[in-house]
């Protein structure tokens, strides 16, 4: 019985709890989902800042000190992040301490927003129609989410990507080995195709490498 000038308290009934139970679940699924997208969004916009300075430093490196990989006697593949690294061309922030170990023997001292190795070399495209003797450079981002590998990997008719001009050619691969691979020589390549790419070649295991050759000389 309620007391006199208290108003009668009202049990709350199985189905306003379920609903109360499931609002709350939405609510917590989408702020989770949120923070993810919001997550996303900050490391591929850090990355890309990172990613135009380092083609930056790379083409200044070339333009001022004429380094070709002929000199350290590796004429097709040398990877010069050390070189970056040594000449305080690169933010501290993305040296990797202790070297990242790409397997194969391979390290970088680099790594990406995600933790994952950066690589730098310099190349000669046989197979590309490039001047004869023309050395260009890759960036390849190992392990990167699809989500942003699928921000990253736009590219114009020109060979403009999302931070930096000049690109010839870009390749996606499944970080399994023996995965699968796409390799893009026609450009562009529209969101839609970047998001299917991506997509396409990832294995059992998360992650995408994306593989950006440039032009040294822009």
Not at 75 to 102: F, H, K, Q
Not at 179 to 206: F, I, K, W
């Amino acid at each position: 019985m309620a007391r006199p000038g208290f108003p009668r308290q009202r049990a709350v009934t199985l189905i306003e709890a379920v609903l109360f139970i499931s609002v709350a679940l939405g609510l917590i699924v989408g702020g989770i989902v949120f923070f993810q997208q919001a997550s996303t969004s900050s490391r591929v916009s850090t990355q890309v800042r990172v990613l135009s300075s380092l083609v930056t430093e790379m083409r200044l490196l070339f333009k001022t000190t004429g380094w070709t990989p002929s000199r350290t006697g590796d004429p097709i593949g040398e990877t010069i992040d050390d070189v970056l690294v040594t000449s305080g061309a690169v933010p501290a922030r993305i040296i990797a301490n202790p070297p990242i170990d790409l397997g194969g023997g391979s390290t970088t001292l680099l790594k990406t927003e995600w933790d994952t190795g950066l690589q730098i070399t310099e190349v000669t495209l046989f197979h590309m129609l490039v001047p004869d003797g023309e050395y260009v450079f890759s960036i390849r981002l190992h392990d990167i989410p699809v989500e942003a590998c699928a921000r990253l990997a736009t590219v114009d008719a020109s060979g403009k990507t999302v931070f930096a001009e000049g690109a010839y050619t870009i390749r996606f691969s499944g970080n399994l080995p023996g995965g699968s691979a796409r390799e893009v020589n026609s450009l562009p390549v529209t969101p839609a195709q970047a998001a299917a790419n991506c997509s396409a070649v990832e294995g059992d295991v998360p992650g995408v490498d994306l593989v950006f050759w440039f032009d040294k000389a822009i």
